[in-house]
């Protein structure tokens, strides 16, 4: 989750709170806190105020999100996408 790669390899080395991280974000704590615990997926928005702050870019941030729900949505829907005959060349 791009929660749990915010926390792990930001937040706690950084010692920041989600709350200080919030402020300087210009975003309600709230935001980064579901984020974090995983009740919110990565926005745009989010990614782009994180890019900026940490100096990272923002597909960075969406990338992660992205490998996440796709990685849900195997899980989840993996047996049904494997019962599709792929295309045969012709």
Do not use: C, H
């Amino acid at each position: 989750r791009p929660g749990e790669v915010l926390a792990e390899l930001y937040l706690k080395p950084l010692e920041l709170s989600a709350g200080t991280l919030a402020r300087k974000l210009n975003l309600p704590r709230t935001r980064i806190e579901r984020l974090i615990k995983g009740q919110t997926g990565m926005s745009p928005d989010t990614a782009l105020r994180l890019a900026r702050y940490f100096g990272t870019s923002a597909q960075y941030w969406m990338n992660l999100q992205t490998n996440y729900e796709l990685k849900v949505a195997e899980e989840e829907q993996g047996a049904d996408i494997l019962s599709i005959d792929p295309l045969e060349a012709a």
